[in-house]
């Protein structure tokens, strides 16, 4: 019997689009809430688009440190009386924006704000309970994603034979991207033989394989396909999602590596109507650095083994052929669980990206994880086919 998830389709393509999209500054904001930096960053969104918040009838939050983030709150605070609500304990945008589209699809709300806010960096997220289970925790010390993330690293070390100078690639583009983001907690330049002489902070990885937590808020509004026309006259078309768990942990053959996370590639490109060569900008979702390389083989940009040489040719990254994480991503812009990323991708879509911006862009690819556990990606495009 075929695998269920083969039969899943594209049905969405084109029937919802992100209308607006917008952040807070990141870094340090003290003397604010999670939930009031929420409604800061979907008002500050609303501004700057023009939509008035009554055009809003459906609202989709997602949980942050310390308890934060519920949509019951975040709708009293903004003023908001939905036709549909909910909260996801782990939205990362990418499976905020599957929701809302889904919502939207099925007639529940026509336009959907998707908004994240946390407070985490100044109210000292120590990153002290434990990462998936207490009793792995407990025994490894896997009270960060650092730990699984070296493991991953020393795994794909002894596979491919990448070494550290391959995966300092990764890192050094995206600071240079980050140097004119001015969102950017890092901005300094950095080279590989910076990064090479950085010390360690968890064996194999540096300072500068980990994303640093921040303040701050993000925002997307959706809608369906009719009202987008009606709110902007520069609409982001969803044009492919797909989505795929890993579950079953380590009963998974590889798990360290992530294999399933191949599946998502599989569905997401027929979704769109598209190949690899479609993609114009590439986003992934980057705790880790080695996230980023993980996922440039699952959605076959790299060959296994081949990320250095794809920095160093100019195939991947900074002025290269495919422009990834042009924002800096969360190892030099800020955390947020990407939810930035999808906001430069719609500000690259549409020429709204100042110094950094990249020419001819129609098409970006986001993919992003939640550790070991889900994996997902969305295609968007200026242009609904």
């Known amino acids: 019997m075929a695998d269920a998830s083969s039969q899943l389709g594209g049905a969405i393509r084109g029937r919802t689009a992100v209308v607006a999209a917008g952040s807070t500054k990141q870094g340090t904001i003290p003397g604010i809430s999670a939930d009031e930096l929420a409604v800061e960053g979907l008002r500050v969104t609303l501004a700057?688009?023009?939509?008035?918040?009554?055009a809003i009838d459906g609202l989709i939050t997602c949980k942050s440190y310390g308890g934060f983030g519920i949509d019951t709150e975040i709708g009293r605070l903004a003023g908001l009386n939905p036709?549909?609500?909910a909260t996801l304990d782990y939205g990362t945008c990418n499976f905020s924006l599957h929701l809302a589209c889904a919502v939207i699809d099925a007639g529940l709300a026509s336009v959907v704000a998707i908004v994240y806010g946390t407070n985490q960096r100044s109210a000292g997220n120590k990153f002290s309970h434990p990462l998936g289970r207490q009793d792995e925790a407990s025994v490894y010390g896997f009270l960060n994603v650092a730990g699984p993330a070296a493991m991953a690293f020393r795994r794909h070390q002894m596979q491919f034979g990448t070494t550290e100078a391959d995966l300092a690639e990764i890192s050094v583009s995206q600071r240079r991207y980050a140097t004119d983001n001015p969102l950017a907690i890092f901005r300094e330049p950095m080279t590989v033989d910076d990064y090479l002489a950085a010390p360690y902070?968890?064996?194999p990885l540096r300072r500068a394989d980990l994303c640093m937590i921040s303040d701050g808020a993000a925002c997307l509004i959706v809608a369906r396909a009719d009202r987008a026309a009606e709110l902007t006259d520069k609409p982001v078309h969803v044009m492919g999602i797909a989505q795929q768990t890993g579950l079953r942990d380590r009963q998974n053959?590889?798990?360290w590596l992530r294999p399933w996370i191949r599946s998502v590639a599989e569905r997401v490109y027929p979704a769109a109507g598209i190949d690899q060569d479609g993609v114009d900008a590439l986003y992934i979702q980057d705790p880790t650095s080695i996230w980023v390389l993980q996922m440039l083989e699952h959605y076959g940009f790299v060959e296994p083994g081949g990320v250095g040489?794809?920095?160093?040719?100019g195939a991947v990254g900074h002025g290269g052929k495919l422009p990834l994480n042009t924002n800096g991503g969360?190892?030099?812009e800020a955390y947020m669980w990407g939810f930035l990323h999808l906001v430069e991708a719609v500000r690259q879509l549409r020429g709204e990206a100042g110094d950094r911006q990249v020419g001819g862009l129609t098409t970006a690819q986001y993919c992003s994880t939640f550790g070991f556990m889900k994996a997902a990606s969305t295609i968007l495009s200026t242009e609904a086919r």
């Open 309 to 313: 040489e794809a920095f160093r040719s």
């Open 48 to 54: 700057q688009s023009g939509i008035d918040k009554s």
């Open 330 to 332: 969360q190892l030099s």
């Open 253 to 255: 053959a590889d798990q």
């Open 83 to 85: 036709a549909y609500s």
């Open 201 to 203: 902070l968890v064996a």
